[in-house]
């Protein structure tokens, strides 16, 4: 990207309707880690160390800053080629124990061999695999997570902010490469999956 498309940042937004604080703190949690990914940041690796009982799997180590958690990360040269989107597995690292039940999807360890388990297999095949479980609803919802993300390989844009400037609505800014561009579509399946399905203003 150039300087001179710099000078033009922010240019795009999706403005949505919030009615409930934890799902709308829940999802600036998945939210940061996401933009750094826009922003060709590399996320600290996962800490090799201490698990949930419930877990097999390392967890990202979180910092604090003004009481929330963050992921920590580290700018890279913009003229570095966009890494490769992370397999879905690792994305529920952004996603705390307590934030997978709230989402009504298997902690980490089921989830990630859920997910491994699907891998190669069409909607179909996996639609079979999930109804021959006996949590269905749990790996429904882990399934629409995998297809959510997939959304993300392509997107021609970084995320800039998310800002919840009323009590009711947030914004979600973000930066496009160019027109026309692909990959909105990524940001309106993630909103629709963390359960904000009211999209009042989109201005590209």
């Not at 937004?13 to 799902?23: A, G, H, P, T, Y």
């Not at 360890?109 to 491994?116: E, G, L, Q, T």
């Amino acid at each position: 990207m150039n300087e001179n498309w710099l000078d033009h940042k922010p240019n795009c937004f999706i403005e949505f309707r919030v009615n409930d604080n934890q799902r709308f703190e829940l999802f600036m949690r998945f939210f940061k880690p996401l933009k750094a990914w826009t922003h060709n940041l590399d996320t600290i690796s996962p800490n090799i160390g201490t698990v949930d009982d419930d877990s097999t799997i390392a967890r990202i180590e979180y910092g604090k800053a003004d009481t929330q958690e963050h992921f920590s990360v580290s700018a890279i040269e913009e003229t570095k080629q966009r890494r490769e989107f992370s397999k879905p597995e690792e994305w529920l690292l952004a996603l705390r124990p307590q934030d997978l039940e709230f989402l009504g999807m298997p902690q980490h360890a089921p989830s990630v061999i859920a997910m491994r388990s699907w891998q190669g297999l069409s909607r179909r095949e996996r639609r079979k695999a999930i109804r021959e479980q006996g949590n269905t609803d749990e790996l429904r919802v882990l399934a629409d997570f995998a297809d959510m993300l997939r959304y993300w390989q392509d997107v021609e844009f970084e995320l800039i902010e998310c800002d919840r400037h009323e009590s009711d609505r947030a914004r979600i800014t973000y930066s496009t490469f160019g027109f026309p561009f692909e990959g909105k579509v990524a940001l309106e399946e993630t909103l629709m999956f963390f359960g904000f399905f009211s999209i009042i203003t989109d201005s590209c």
